[in-house]
Each structure stands twice: as structure tokens, then as C-alpha cells.
């Protein structure tokens, strides 16, 4: 899915792999921030990596053009390329599944270590973890919306009409690759057909932030909300390469409050004054064993 968070920011490297953990003292001074009280947390793409999502500027990440809105909006063969790569990719998200770092997340919530959770992805993984107020900057990939009237239909729905549209497409193009945000790269797109509304008959788009489009400011007032209630922000698996993350960075900074980052390559805030804490490493291990420090 073609989102400001991935295709625009390509937000940050965070996953486990077989790396070591983070240095205990960067442990320690991270775990000693919340004598201060609760952190809000930041994150980015690094942060699904670990449940079989690509990102956009880890190491190895393929090359990646951005999809547009107005692309989107304006021209019949970009919504062809966006169902068809989301019609494949669905095939390997059905067994998406939350990974050790959003149940950190979660856990870090539930213990009240945490006032919120911000997030750059459109997977749906911190909910699915058990997160509760969760900030989706960008959206959520598992609902659709028609242009016209707003109306809104599951993701499972609209790809049940493409599959009648369009029959035999899946077996063609089951092994087409797959993209950041879990999408794939069909070529074979010129005879595919588009579901449109069935209420009205106007395009459907999926309900998140295209490359070109703003947070809506519910959205992002709401992740301001939970940084004003924390007493620190931690930045998790997001380099920071969008402007989105910035501004919630610069929020923090009025106020004062120290910012610890995880993450595997550089971030945009790595020679902020405001930085406190910087782990080099995957979110899955870090955040585990910030959760587990704290559950002592």
C-alpha cells in the first residue's frame, strides 16, 4: 500500500534479526528515563519488519517510487497497479501477525509506562497487540473509502469484488514479489478491472495518507495529545524522514522533554541536542527488554 509512511518516509530500520542486543548501559540509561513518568513512543517501519514487512531504507530495501494521490486520483493505470499489488499482496498478509516489539509496546502501556502510542505504519500491528490509544498518523490499511461520500468498507470486502471482477487473476500472479506495506509488484495490470462504490459508484481509496496528502488534524492532534501527557518521547524503528515525525519531535523539544531513540541506521534527531539515549538495534529486542527491566 502505497502510504506517506512508507513509500514517502520510508520510515526507519528496527527489526530483530540475529543482531545483539542492545548495550546494557544504553539499557539502563533508557529504563532510567521513566523515573521522570510515562514516555510517549514514535514508531516507524522498523517497527513491523520483524512480522515479515519490508521497509524502505533498511539495508536491502529495494529501490521505490512513490505513488502519489494525485496519481491515484487522476490516472485508471495507478489504480489498476494499486489493486492488483494489494489484491497479491493480500496473500502474504493473511498470517501477518503482531511481533515481540508491539507486545513490548503493549505491555509498556498497560503498565501505564507509556501515555500513547504514535505510529507512522498502517499494518495495524500495535492493536492488534493489545495497544489502546493508538495515534495512526497515516491511516489504516483495512479499510477502504469511496472518494465521493466517504463511504467505508472493509479491505476483505473490496478485494472479494475484485476476485469476481477479475477471475483467474490470483493464480496468474501469485508469485509477483512483494513491497513494503505488503503490496506487490503485478505487471500485468492493463486488463485488470477496479471495484468501485457500490453505494455510489465512485472510486475507492484506500483510508490512509498518500505521498502528497496531510495528517488529518484530528490525527495529529490526538498524537500531540499524547506527548503533552509524557514525560519523555522514545522514537522506535523510524529515521525520521518525513516531516510528520519532525513536528511531534519539535513538539517535544518545546516542551522540554528528553527523546531516546531506537534504530537500526541514522535518524534525523541523532545530533538534536534533545537526545538523551540512542540504541543502536531492532526494536523486537530493545523494547522487550526495556518491558521485562521495567516489569522488575
Request: some cysteine; proline content about 6%; aromatic content about 4%.
Amino acid at each position: 500500500m502505497h502510504t506517506a509512511d512508507r513509500d514517502a518516509s520510508g520510515t526507519g530500520d528496527g527489526g530483530c534479526g540475529s543482531d545483539k542486543p542492545a548495550p546494557n548501559e544504553h539499557l539502563e540509561q533508557l529504563t532510567a528515563l521513566f523515573e521522570r513518568g510515562p514516555a510517549a513512543i514514535l514508531t516507524g517501519a522498523g517497527m513491523s519488519t520483524d512480522s515479515g514487512i519490508p521497509d524502505y531504507r533498511g539495508t536491502g530495501s529495494p529501490p521505490r517510487t512513490p505513488m502519489s494521490i494525485e496519481q491515484f486520483t487522476n490516472d485508471a493505470h495507478y489504480r489498476r497497479r494499486f489493486w492488483a499489488g494489494a489484491r497479491i499482496g493480500a496473500l502474504r498478509l493473511a498470517n501477518l501477525r503482531a511481533n515481540a516489539g508491539h507486545e513490548a509496546v503493549a505491555r509498556l502501556e498497560q503498565a501505564g509506562h507509556l501515555t500513547g502510542v504514535i505510529t507512522q505504519n498502517v499494518d495495524g500491528l500495535h492493536t492488534a497487540a493489545g495497544a489502546v490509544n493508538v495515534a495512526e498518523l497515516h491511516g489504516s490499511g483495512s479499510t477502504m473509502r469511496c472518494i465521493t461520500e466517504g463511504h467505508r468498507f472493509t479491505r476483505a470486502e473490496t478485494l472479494a469484488w475484485f476476485d469476481a471482477a477479475n477471475p483467474g487473476f490470483v493464480e496468474r500472479n501469485a508469485d509477483a514479489p512483494t513491497n513494503p506495506d505488503g503490496d506487490a509488484d503485478v505487471t500485468a495490470i492493463d486488463s485488470v478491472r477496479v471495484p468501485v462504490c457500490p453505494a455510489c459508484g465512485a472510486t475507492l481509496r484506500p483510508d490512509v495518507v498518500y505521498f502528497g496528502e496531510h495528517v488529518p488534524k484530528p490525527v495529529f492532534a490526538h498524537a500531540e495529545q499524547i506527548i503533552a501527557d509524557a514525560e519523555m518521547l522514545i522514537i522506535a524503528g523510524s529515521s525520521l524522514a518525513v516531516n510528520t515525525g519532525v513536528r511531534l519531535v519539535h513538539r517535544a523539544e518545546t516542551r522540554g522533554i528528553p527523546i531516546a531513540v531506537i534504530n537500526r541506521g541514522p535518524t534525523a534527531v541523532d545530533r538534536r541536542s534533545s537526545l538523551h539515549t540512542r540504541i543502536e538495534g531492532g526494536t523486537s529486542e530493545t523494547l522487550s527488554a526495556l518491558a521485562a527491566a521495567l516489569e522488575r
